[in-house]
């Protein structure tokens, strides 16, 4: 049997696009004939409202048997109209209706009327009045009812009208009072904005020497290290009208609405020159395109197209400046970080200690402070923190100040907020029974005491066995004494010993382990990954590298599904050096708390005692132990025979 031709794959994938490419028409054609169902149904509902609300039952009768009704004296009240004849009609059980009948031509209807003592009348209607009240007036309770529909969306009726008009927020010159005093923590990004500045208020002084100014600036950086407020000081130094937008206010349903928000935005910054148009969250309109054409949405790539035309067609001469703010760069389409448009990135990182003590020394500005509060310690114990997490601290020790009726913030309020921002809301109501506070107990005396024994580890802060956050049944904090960037292989080996220093605590003591090691294990389990297949730190697979998932660079967000280009033999390697990492580790901790075994059952006594143990005082119990240690020591050389 002849075989059938196979269409080739690029032919499939055409016909695949093609018919996406008519299902989106379809899509379309079926909002216009929705929208015109509406017209339909509007039209309906008058004309239901006309034949029901506005016409009262009136019985219809040939003029031949009206005749006959003034004979029989059943008509009263007669109305004579230009071209109907109304009245009531008694009928033959008694009971009266309105009639109508047409008008025709009889000079001896008045007689006949009077004949019989009928009671007549004539009657000019208005016809104009009439149909105000039957076709305008329904017309006028739909468009109130849409009126208030619009409103309950969000959106204001006259909005509608004006889809294409940019929906940014323009601030004047004298408006925006923050400046580079108010931002602090960034000093690099500073001097990078500073020549921004300089050109909006003397733009002479550069074009003087031919120098062109950048057209767009990007503020790259994680969330919450002040982007966004950092743009708002450039604007305020420079004295300049800001124009200031989020990347999704240009996206709508309605195609081409974008690109015309677009084009007004660049239109109103010509008029104001020289100014600065701010797009926050850029990664919502900027997304590179065809990264997924079976979800691409026709509307943002046309309002990309638009934005990338728009800043290639002005001139920097007339003063108009681009920055946007984003902290996904690197999903960010080329052709808008190419150079002439956001061609000088300015990183806004998370800030080192002095950087989080400048931080804090403008969030306390309006904020009555006692003498004992170091601000360096404060910063020296929230290692990681941006602006915005600061700020979130210093408002939650103002406000536990006055829940505690204190008229100044003291220290123990930042302590005591910095381990609610880190661990979570204390819960010291929560039921435990005996034996899952010891358990407990034990688990944070493991991990204090592998991370006190270990060299490169952190100090320890506090132990507290109170209950925190969703899960936290307690807690080990550490505190750096300086910020790091970069680990060793040694600092990553002791890191993940300290996390495996709970669950082999509970195995000594208990000969048993609970559930409460979980995210350790996790932890530590995301650790030795990371050396096997990121780090190069395994000398059985070498200097290689298998990592080849796109992850965010300042979202701490782990990618949901990625593609590995290695084989099966190679995973299982990896699989074995993972687990050989932490089998060694394992073995070291055992060793070093069943050494220690009095000490861990010490400093777990008086935790069940205390609830809470600071570091210093930690540290007292390591070395008296290890004073008794040394006495043990003499007695029993001294009891040896000479």
Not at 290 to 307: A, C, K, V
Request: glycine share 8%; charged share 30%.
């Amino acid at each position: 049997m002849p075989r059938k031709k196979t269409q080739p794959k690029k032919e499939k994938s055409k016909g695949i696009f093609l018919e996406l490419k008519d299902k989106y028409k379809s899509k379309d054609k079926q909002t216009k004939n929705f929208t015109f169902l509406y017209f339909i149904i509007a039209f309906i509902v008058i004309a239901f409202i006309n034949s029901y609300f506005f016409k009262s039952e009136v019985k219809t009768v040939p003029y031949s048997e009206f005749k006959e009704y003034i004979a029989k004296g059943k008509i009263s009240d007669v109305v004579i109209d230009t071209e109907t004849i109304q009245g009531m009609l008694t009928l033959d059980d008694g009971k009266k209706t309105k009639f109508l009948t047409s008008r025709v031509e009889d000079p001896d209807l008045v007689k006949e009327l009077q004949k019989y003592n009928i009671k007549f009348a004539g009657y000019y209607e208005n016809k104009f009045f009439k149909a105000i009240v039957s076709w305008v007036l329904p017309f006028a309770v739909i468009f109130l009812i849409w009126n208030f529909l619009m409103r309950r969306m969000g959106g204001a009726p006259s909005s509608v009208l004006n889809f294409g008009k940019s929906r940014g927020k323009i601030y004047g010159e004298d408006e925006i009072k923050t400046t580079f005093d108010d931002v602090a923590g960034v000093d690099e990004a500073k001097e990078e904005l500073k020549e921004i500045i300089e050109y909006l208020r003397t733009p002479d002084k550069f074009l003087s020497i031919g120098g062109k100014i950048p057209k767009g600036i990007l503020l790259v950086g994680p969330p919450g290290t002040g982007k966004t407020l950092l743009a708002k000081a450039v604007a305020g130094e420079a004295k300049a009208p800001f124009f200031s937008m989020s990347g999704s206010d240009f996206v709508e349903m309605f195609v081409g609405v974008g690109a015309s928000r677009v084009r007004d935005l660049f239109a109103q910054a010509q008029e104001k020159a020289p100014c600065i148009i701010f797009i926050d969250e850029l990664d919502a309109l900027g997304k590179a395109r065809g990264m997924n054409p079976l979800s691409s949405h026709d509307e943002r790539e046309q309002t990309l197209n638009q934005l990338l035309a728009e800043m290639d067609g002005f001139d920097t001469k007339a003063g108009v400046i681009i920055m946007g703010a984003t902290n996904r760069p690197e999903i960010l389409d080329p052709a808008l970080l190419r150079p002439g448009r956001f061609d000088r990135h300015v990183l806004v990182d998370r800030p080192d200690i002095n950087g989080r003590e400048e931080i804090l020394k403008v969030h306390i500005r309006d904020v009555k402070i006692a003498k004992d509060v170091d601000l360096k310690v404060v910063a020296a114990r929230t290692p990681g923190f941006v602006g915005a997490d600061l700020a979130s601290l210093v408002n939650e020790s103002a406000l536990l100040a006055v829940r505690k009726g204190k008229t100044a913030v003291t220290m123990a309020e930042f302590e005591e907020a910095i381990d609610r921002v880190m661990a979570g809301l204390e819960k010291k109501q929560r039921v435990m029974s005996k034996k899952e506070k010891e358990i407990i107990a034990y688990h944070e005396t493991g991990h204090a005491l592998i991370a006190e024994f270990l060299e490169t580890t952190d100090p320890v802060h506090k132990i507290s066995i109170i209950p925190r956050g969703i899960s936290a049944l307690g807690y080990t904090l550490q505190l750096p004494t300086e910020d790091r960037y970069l680990m060793t292989e040694t600092e990553l080996l002791d890191r993940l010993c300290v996390l495996l220093g709970g669950r082999v605590a509970e195995e000594i003591i208990f000969e048993e382990v609970s559930t409460g090691a979980h995210n350790d294990l996790g932890r530590a389990t995301d650790i030795a990954k990371s050396m096997v297949k990121e780090y190069g730190m395994s000398k059985k697979l070498g200097y290689v590298t298998f990592e080849r998932e796109r992850k965010p660079l300042f979202l701490d967000l782990s990618p949901s599904f990625g593609t590995k280009d290695y084989s099966e033999e190679t995973a299982r390697e990896i699989d074995n050096e993972v687990r050989r990492i932490i089998e060694e580790s394992y073995e070291r901790v055992k060793t070093t708390l069943n050494d220690k075994r009095a000490l861990l059952g010490k400093v777990a006594h008086t935790l069940l005692e205390k609830e809470t143990i600071g570091g210093e005082e930690l540290r007292v119990l390591i070395k008296e132990s290890k004073g008794e240690n040394e006495k043990d020591k003499h007695r029993e050389e001294a009891d040896r025979p000479h």
